[in-house]
């Protein structure tokens, strides 16, 4: 695994710029998460195939240059994995990728140190604002994946399922979602047995990270997280930690699920169904915490997308890009959203989509 990640840095792939991190913490998260890639690709029988009307990227010609990505930490190893691909079609294309969270992409993007802004929430209307001023126009918001933020617990930890009012009343300090009642041990939430009266250990991100947001705000009503979440410096993280506390829950994005930890069903109101967060229920908006991963590029009005930004926009809505999704744990896009995003940067006719008649 050394050797992999070796690998990466020496291709100008990674570049591991956590604020206030230690280089070994870097390099923990990456391998963990590059662990995991290993293991999914075993097990990708399990994830849907990549929509057949989705054909492969074709390489062009005339594509050189320095491409940067700054901006989620849930996206840091898709993009590594796109960015190998991309480095393979282009050898004379220069790569650096950092993500310290979805919060540092607007900021790079606004000032053009940053050719592409990974996230994995949309940008607040005070990034969208701050980019206009200074460019004239707002950014464009790329979809280029799907995801099921999920809650984790301990594989051995027997919660059959939580609602959104009982994770508010895990997570915050508000309870918005209209929890009457904090929950502090795991009986508060129906558990039952030796792990009744534990307390309830709580792992999380930082405001930096999108993943933060989007559950502060679907998960938590706009809520308060309470001041005892352990905050991790990434998702890889999240997880290894509940991994090792068997009375530990915390959110991740599906993707980071190891076979240390188990997903909670979740239902959106008491009495309701729990609800699994697999791909079908993903896609058909039954699963309560699904959400697209985007990638924000500076696109001038009526105006294409330089060829170094546009073929690597063109390779990941590729074939080959969604199946990288597929085997990152993530759920490849439809064909209609592929078909409408690359209609929409002027990508279309090019794009290798199968028209239909």
């Not at 047995?193 to 930082?206: E, Y």
């Not at 699904?290 to 926009?313: G, H, W």
Request: hydrophobic content about 40%.
């Amino acid at each position: 695994m050394h050797r992999v990640v070796t690998r990466l840095a020496q291709k100008g792939l990674w570049t591991p710029t956590y604020p206030a991190r230690s280089a070994r913490m870097t390099l923990k998260r990456l391998m963990a998460a590059l662990t995991w890639v290993a293991a999914s690709v075993m097990a990708a029988n399990t994830l849907a195939a990549v929509d057949p009307a989705i054909k492969a990227y074709t390489r062009t010609s005339g594509v050189s240059g320095n491409l940067s990505s700054v901006g989620s930490d849930t996206l840091a190893n898709l993009m590594t994995l796109w960015a190998e691909a991309y480095k393979k079609e282009y050898p004379s294309v220069n790569i650096q990728i950092q993500a310290a969270g979805s919060s540092t992409a607007p900021p790079a993007l606004t000032e053009g140190t940053a050719n592409l802004g990974p996230m994995s929430r949309k940008m607040k209307d005070g990034e969208l604002s701050a980019f206009e001023q200074k460019h004239g126009y707002k950014p464009t918001a790329i979809p280029v994946a799907v995801d099921a933020l999920a809650v984790f617990v301990h594989k051995d930890n027997p919660i059959k399922g939580l609602t959104l009012q009982q994770v508010d009343a895990i997570f915050s300090a508000t309870r918005l979602c209209g929890a009457r009642a904090d929950a502090k041990t795991w009986g508060d939430v129906g558990v039952s047995g030796n792990l009744a009266g534990k307390p309830i250990q709580l792992f999380g991100r930082n405001s930096v990270s999108g993943t933060y947001g989007y559950f502060k705000e679907e998960a938590l009503c706009k809520g308060d997280f309470k001041a005892n979440v352990n905050e991790q410096p990434g998702s890889a993280s999240v997880v290894s930690a509940i991994s090792n506390s068997l009375n530990g829950i915390g959110y991740s994005g599906i993707g980071y699920k190891t076979s240390n930890v188990r997903t909670v069903p979740l239902a959106k109101k008491e009495g309701g169904e729990f609800v699994e967060d697999s791909e079908a229920n993903t896609l058909n908006g039954s699963y309560p915490l699904s959400r697209f991963l985007y990638v924000y590029v500076n696109k001038t009005p009526n105006q294409p997308l330089a060829p170094l930004e546009a073929e690597f926009i063109k390779l990941v809505l590729s074939r080959q890009g969604q199946e990288v999704v597929m085997k990152d744990g993530y759920i490849p896009l439809p064909a209609r959203v592929v078909e409408k995003t690359l209609a929409d940067l002027g990508l279309q006719d090019t794009s290798g989509l199968a028209v239909k008649k």
